[in-house]
């Protein structure tokens, strides 16, 4: 059978799309009220957590949603509520997907996103991410199968997590007790001041800038060496049950939500 010209650029078309539609994009761009910052995502290590969390990203779940809880030299979190205005339940949940099989390749290391999930639940990452502030490998590596890390933020990035971070945090709920506030002093708190759209952290949109499969060739993230070996029990750690209490926010979300 012979191709026509038609027929032929037709064809490459036809591949060319394929190609881009089967391509994961590699660098997104999160914009937020404090500065914008970039994550390089790791496609080729952490294949299932990426495409999750693209789908979310491509289709504006993120958008407007809000930074929910910041600890000092641990985590800031987000990713899964948006604002809603109501002092008595100041977020409301984004939609979430299926829970996503765990894939613990890389380390919790300074400077890492990583999925949040369940306590006590291997397979249970949906929407919800968190950014490690140190390195919190000695625990979250390990800990219920431990914590997917699937990017990383540039240098420069880290300095606006920094910033949120050094913001005073308050408590708005008892599901939502370390909520990190902007332009709130502590004689704002002091005074029980109301807190308003004004004072939250949000992620306006994130997009993605670069598709390149390849653009995390450069990078050299840690390994997870941790996770090979024998499970260590969680309550003999305390610092290791906490951390589990602070990622199961989706538990205490429904349990206040009754």
């Not at 894939?103 to 306590?119: C, D, H, Q, W």
Request: net charge positive; proline share 3%.
């Amino acid at each position: 059978m012979k191709f026509s010209q038609k027929h032929l650029v037709t064809a490459l078309l036809a591949t060319s799309l394929v190609c881009a539609s089967s391509a994961s994009a590699t660098v997104v761009l999160v914009k937020t009220s404090l500065g914008n910052f970039e994550v390089n995502l790791f496609d080729k290590t952490t294949p299932v957590t990426v495409n999750n969390f693209l789908t979310y990203v491509n289709d504006g779940s993120y958008n407007n949603t809000v930074f929910h809880r910041s600890l000092t030299n641990f985590v800031v979190q987000g990713g899964g509520y948006s604002y809603s205005g109501n002092n008595a339940n100041p977020f409301t949940a984004i939609a979430q997907r299926a829970a996503i099989n765990n894939e613990p390749k890389l380390s919790n290391v300074r400077g890492t996103i990583a999925m949040a999930k369940i306590s006590s639940n291997v397979n249970s990452a949906t929407n919800q991410w968190f950014i490690n502030l140190t390195d919190n490998s000695s625990n979250l590596d390990l800990q219920n199968g431990g914590f997917t890390v699937f990017g990383q933020i540039n240098a420069q990035g880290m300095e606006i997590i920094d910033n949120i971070v050094k913001l005073p945090t308050k408590s708005l709920s008892s599901a939502f007790p370390e909520v990190p506030l902007r332009n709130y002093t502590a004689a704002d708190s002091q005074a029980n001041k109301a807190v308003t759209a004004s004072n939250i952290v949000f992620i306006e949109n994130i997009s993605v800038i670069n598709n390149d499969v390849n653009s995390a060739s450069t990078l050299t993230p840690k390994a997870n060496t941790l996770i090979n070996q024998p499970p260590a029990s969680e309550s003999s750690g305390g610092s290791m049950g906490f951390a589990t209490l602070l990622l199961s926010l989706l538990v205490w979300r429904r349990r206040f939500s009754a």
